[in-house]
């Protein structure tokens, strides 16, 4: 759960609760899954109830060569802070906050913190966060923590990336238990809080697909996806144009499965507008509500328990 909250606001990869259990995809459309209403539209509410997640079988490594090379000037810049609504079973849980921190140590670091609110928290209680360290250059990952408290149970990864070797050098605890473990991916590892900041820095078009494999939840996951289709996206935030992206992240020891959904903005800031991914409780979703940036005015949205729409 404790990825739950940072996952599907940053690319809802491998959004829900601890492998083993099988949840359900967002409500299928092939249309816009953000309403076109004028003022308040809304990304899609949970299934009614979970189901098994349909899809693609795992592809080889050979269909998912390594995603193309970025370089500088990026869309977004250390000192970018965006801010989340998080809503799950029809109600406001809680929030989420993505900071853009300076390089140091030749890292640059995403910090991601979440809780859920008062009122959630008598369902599940989450707080933590994550820190995903980027090469400032390549915009891939170097290592990455987690370290989150659920239900008074604390869950810690960390992770360190061997790029060369293709290979996740990892350290859990979970609870009483702990251990180390190697994991190994594909032609492109990447974690699940940066992914997105590679992905908002990539070309995209209508139906162009994807393919990588991302460090979430103490394993490995394969994400299979495409652009569905550029659609007008209304928020509390603002009017956007925007690219949808849909996917799913397979886990690469079993196979299970999650559906994840992403806008991001198409214009020069790329900005993750909303997610929408699954946990054992059902969907969870993140909208935009706030955002500064280095040079730029800030930008906040309306009262989300206004807004909300289902």
Same mark, same amino acid.
């Given at each position: 759960?404790?990825?739950?909250?940072?996952?599907?606001?940053?690319?809802?990869?491998?959004?829900?609760?601890?492998?083993?259990? +099988?949840?359900? %995809?967002?409500?299928?459309?092939?249309?816009?899954?953000?309403?076109?209403?004028?003022? @308040?539209?809304? !990304?899609?509410? %949970?299934?009614?109830?979970?189901? #098994?997640?349909?899809?693609?079988?795992?592809?080889?490594?050979?269909?998912?060569?390594?995603?193309?090379? /970025?370089?500088?000037?990026?869309?977004?810049?250390?000192?970018? $802070?965006?801010?989340?609504?998080?809503?799950?079973?029809?109600? /406001?849980?809680?929030?989420?906050?993505?900071?853009?921190?300076? /390089?140091?140590?030749?890292?640059?670091?995403?910090?991601?913190?979440?809780?859920?609110?008062?009122?959630?928290?008598?369902?599940?209680?989450?707080?933590?966060?994550? +820190?995903?360290?980027?090469?400032?250059?390549?915009?891939?990952?170097?290592?990455?923590?987690?370290?989150?408290?659920?239900?008074?149970?604390? #869950?810690?990864?960390?992770? $360190?990336?061997?790029?060369?070797?293709?290979?996740?050098?990892?350290?859990?605890?979970?609870?009483?238990?702990?251990?180390?473990?190697? *994991?190994?991916?594909?032609?492109?590892?990447?974690?699940?809080?940066?992914?997105?900041?590679? &992905?908002?820095?990539?070309?995209?078009?209508?139906?162009?697909? +994807?393919?990588?494999?991302?460090?979430?939840?103490?394993?490995?996951?394969?994400?299979?996806?495409? !652009?569905?289709? @550029?659609?007008?996206?209304?928020? %509390? *935030?603002?009017?956007?144009?925007?690219?949808?992206?849909?996917?799913?992240? =397979?886990?690469?020891?079993?196979?299970?499965?999650?559906?994840?959904?992403?806008? =991001?903005?198409?214009?020069?800031?790329?900005?993750? *507008?909303?997610?929408?991914?699954?946990?054992?409780?059902?969907?969870?979703?993140?909208?935009?509500?706030?955002?500064?940036?280095?040079?730029? @005015?800030?930008?906040?949205?309306?009262?989300? @328990?206004?807004? &909300?729409?289902?």
């Amino acid at each position: 759960m404790r990825t739950a909250w940072v996952a599907v606001a940053i690319a809802g990869v491998a959004a829900g609760a601890e492998p083993g259990i +099988t949840v359900g %995809p967002p409500p299928p459309a092939r249309a816009s899954q953000v309403k076109r209403a004028p003022v @308040k539209a809304t !990304v899609p509410g %949970p299934p009614a109830a979970p189901e #098994k997640v349909a899809g693609p079988q795992l592809p080889p490594d050979a269909q998912c060569p390594a995603l193309p090379a /970025v370089k500088p000037p990026f869309a977004f810049s250390p000192g970018e $802070v965006l801010e989340y609504d998080l809503d799950a079973l029809g109600m /406001v849980a809680g929030q989420l906050r993505i900071s853009v921190r300076p /390089v140091e140590g030749g890292v640059m670091p995403v910090r991601v913190d979440a809780a859920t609110n008062t009122l959630f928290s008598k369902i599940r209680k989450v707080t933590g966060g994550a +820190t995903s360290s980027l090469n400032p250059k390549t915009l891939r990952p170097v290592r990455y923590l987690e370290d989150a408290t659920e239900n008074d149970v604390r #869950k810690m990864s960390s992770a $360190v990336f061997r790029t060369g070797e293709h290979a996740v050098d990892l350290e859990w605890i979970y609870g009483t238990r702990n251990g180390k473990t190697v *994991l190994r991916y594909g032609n492109e590892g990447l974690d699940v809080a940066g992914a997105v900041f590679l &992905l908002r820095n990539l070309p995209w078009k209508v139906g162009s697909s +994807t393919c990588f494999d991302v460090f979430a939840l103490r394993r490995m996951w394969r994400m299979v996806g495409k !652009v569905e289709a @550029k659609e007008h996206v209304s928020l %509390p *935030l603002g009017e956007f144009e925007a690219w949808h992206l849909s996917g799913v992240a =397979i886990q690469l020891d079993n196979q299970q499965r999650r559906e994840v959904h992403l806008w =991001i903005s198409d214009d020069a800031r790329r900005l993750p *507008l909303a997610a929408v991914g699954t946990i054992d409780l059902g969907a969870v979703r993140a909208t935009l509500r706030e955002v500064s940036r280095p040079g730029e @005015k800030r930008a906040r949205g309306e009262d989300p @328990k206004r807004a &909300l729409k289902w």
